[in-house]
């Protein structure tokens, strides 16, 4: 299982995930089982024209669109790899909910997906470049124990890196050192 968790908008880019995972689908041997894609979020400007790509590209038996889920921690919790194919982010928080579940992720190689997994992660491709996605994707998906070494990364970096703590610290701190800022 392969997730995206992302609001089904323009900016998130669904499109090159969707192309990338037909190569994925087509690269996979007919002995395997075939690999599940969950799209989770709202369904926004681009639903339409994510329904026709996934019909046009054959793709009805392998994605789902689960809409809008109370539940991300156990949804992140039953799959495999974390997919994130966004044009541009600030810090996505859908990257770092799925390091905190210890996951490997592939994602677009922009500042905010870079910041979150850090500058020396080599999982990231250009942002619309479905080739190159979907080698990444089928890669990890061809290897438990790479996935869990990336995911076990992730999941110490978010707990660093990006805990609650330590976000409420450095702000106290900033505060503290410029108190005009009040």
């Known amino acids: 299982l392969v997730s995206m ?15 990338a995972w037909k190569l994925v689908v087509d690269s996979i041997a007919p002995e395997n089982p075939e690999p599940i894609l969950l799209l989770v979020g709202r369904e926004g400007d681009t639903v339409a024209d994510v329904r026709k790509v996934i019909n046009d590209l054959g793709l ?19 799959i495999d790899l974390f997919v ?12 770092l909910e799925a390091m ?9 190689d922009i500042v905010g997906t870079r910041d979150a997994l850090g500058s020396d992660y080599d999982w990231l491709f250009e942002p619309g470049n479905e080739q190159d996605c979907a080698l990444l994707i089928t890669t990890l998906l061809s290897s438990p124990a790479e996935r869990g070494r990336l ?12 805990s609650t703590e330590r976000m409420c610290r450095e702000t106290v701190d900033a505060i503290f050192e410029n108190p005009a800022t009040l």
Do not use: M, W, Y
Request: proline letters at 1%.
């Open 5 to 19: 968790v992302a609001n089904i908008t323009s900016a998130k880019d669904h499109f090159t995930l969707l192309k």
């Open 60 to 78: 009805n038996s392998t994605v789902r669109l689960l809409g809008q889920i109370q539940d991300v921690a156990s949804h992140l919790n039953a």
């Open 84 to 95: 994130f194919s966004s044009q541009k982010e600030g810090c996505p928080n859908a990257v």
């Open 100 to 108: 905190g579940a210890g996951l490997a992720v592939v994602a677009s």
């Open 151 to 162: 995911g076990a990364i992730n999941k110490r970096r978010v707990e660093t890196l990006f």
